[in-house]
């Protein structure tokens, strides 16, 4: 069976090659649906692999199959799951779920005390992230980091979320808060202190 063949699996700095692949499949899929942040810049990509915030699927003889990355906001408040793209002869396959766990795994390892969100127009990977724990929220609930937000500039609704002063889009916004999944207030005081120094 093919899906026995693909490895999901935090990417290493051999995974590089694939990063302008990435991010044409990522430009392209933004076109196909109509809506959606459209390419990331390869250096992005590249940038997250070489910082170990990266989650590849790769095929047992390397063809690329899927990819996903971690972005911290609010002095790391926050961590996103950003960027979960599937190549399209591998989708309806469950490679998109197996990413999605494995990038939410790493986020969980990395950055134990941090809220995790996702934002999303999709109805598959509302779903995902439901199994998850994640909850649907209003914006007023992530993070308020401008850069964040800058990032939706690509997106063909950014308009709509201007307007509505970045409060209500046609994305769904879905927390997931580890202080309602019993993390102890022992390891988030260990974990901030971690991340501030």
């Given at each position: 069976m093919e899906q026995d063949r693909i490895i999901v699996r935090k990417a290493t700095l051999s995974d590089i090659q694939y990063a302008a692949t990435i991010t044409d499949e990522m430009e392209a899929s933004a076109k196909a649906r109509g809506t959606g942040i459209g390419k990331r810049p390869v250096s992005t990509i590249i940038d997250k692999i070489r910082q170990g915030k990266a989650v590849i699927a790769v095929t047992a003889d390397k063809v690329w199959v899927g990819f996903s990355y971690i972005e911290?906001?609010?002095?790391?408040?926050?961590?996103?799951?950003?960027?979960?793209?599937v190549n399209p002869s591998?989708?309806?396959?469950?490679?998109?779920?197996?990413?999605?766990?494995?990038?939410?795994?790493?986020?969980?390892?990395l950055y134990p005390a941090a809220k995790v969100f996702s934002i999303t127009s999709g109805l598959a990977i509302m779903?995902?992230?439901?199994?998850?724990?994640?909850?649907?929220?209003?914006?007023?609930?992530?993070?308020?980091?401008?850069?964040?937000?800058?990032?939706?500039?690509?997106?063909?609704?950014?308009?709509?979320?201007?307007?509505?002063?970045?409060?209500?889009?046609?994305?769904?916004?879905?927390?997931?808060?580890?202080?309602?999944?019993?993390?102890?207030?022992?390891?988030?005081?260990?974990?901030?202190?971690?991340?501030?120094?």
């Open positions: 911290i906001w609010g002095h790391g408040e926050y961590v996103s799951n950003s960027g979960l793209i591998f989708r309806n396959m469950g490679v998109a779920s197996r990413i999605k766990k494995r990038i939410f795994r790493l986020s969980r390892e779903k995902m992230n439901t199994k998850l724990g994640f909850e649907p929220v209003t914006f007023s609930e992530i993070t308020k980091d401008e850069q964040f937000w800058a990032g939706c500039k690509g997106c063909v609704n950014y308009d709509i979320l201007q307007k509505k002063e970045f409060k209500h889009c046609i994305c769904t916004a879905m927390l997931y808060t580890p202080q309602e999944h019993g993390i102890s207030q022992a390891v988030k005081s260990t974990a901030a202190q971690l991340l501030l120094s």
